[in-house]
């Protein structure tokens, strides 16, 4: 009985370290508003994405670490939601984690993403999600560096890479100011 008490209050420990996401976690939940976005199917889904984009999209996978398409990418430009195309993050605050992972200090578009607690008996995560195509994109930490400490560790396979020279082509010219030389 000593050893399931000792382990309940480990959990709760963990769960207000991590966060739970109130106001005091330091990561702030973020509600759905409506939108005119209609996100596809399933079956539709299932044609328009790659098999591994679809279980990371709509199952909650994660892919492999190191051998993942953004972990290393270097290139200017930003990552979209691969399912509806809502502007995510900027390469501008992506930075080297050493996990494997593409991971940004914050987003590029804060309305764009939603942050949702999980937990489990031994541990807590904040899951990153899409939101309106409601697409799993990662998980956030409070591990990164400054000036947010906070590490999104996404996976490649729930984004495109929209490079800098392809921006105004795409419709994301708004975003070109990002990268004009100061």
């Known amino acids: 009985m000593k050893y399931i008490v000792v382990l309940s ?6 769960w207000a370290q991590a966060g739970n996401m109130d106001n005091a976690s330091g990561i702030n939940a973020k509600k759905k508003s409506d939108s005119s976005y209609q996100k596809p199917s399933d079956a539709a889904l299932k044609n328009k994405l790659t098999s591994l984009q679809y279980l990371v999209t709509q199952k909650n996978d994660t892919e492999r670490p190191f051998k993942n398409k953004y972990w290393n990418e270097k290139r200017e430009g930003i990552y979209v939601d691969i399912v509806s195309g809502e502007a995510l993050f900027s390469s501008k605050d992506k930075y080297k984690s050493g996990t494997g992972w593409p991971s940004f200090t914050k987003p590029l578009e804060e309305k764009n993403i939603i942050l949702k607690g999980e937990k489990t008996l031994f541990f807590s995560r904040v899951e990153v999600r899409s939101k309106n195509a409601d697409s799993h994109l990662g998980h956030v930490f409070k591990d990164g560096p400054k000036p947010t400490g906070m590490r999104y ?9 929209v490079e800098k020279d392809s921006l105004k082509e795409q419709g994301y010219e708004k975003y070109l100011s990002l990268f004009s030389e100061q």
Not at 9 to 14: D, E, P, S, T
Not at 153 to 161: D, G, P, Q, R, W
């Open 153 to 161: 560790c996404m996976n490649s396979a729930a984004m495109k890479f």
């Open 9 to 14: 209050l480990m959990a709760v420990a963990i």
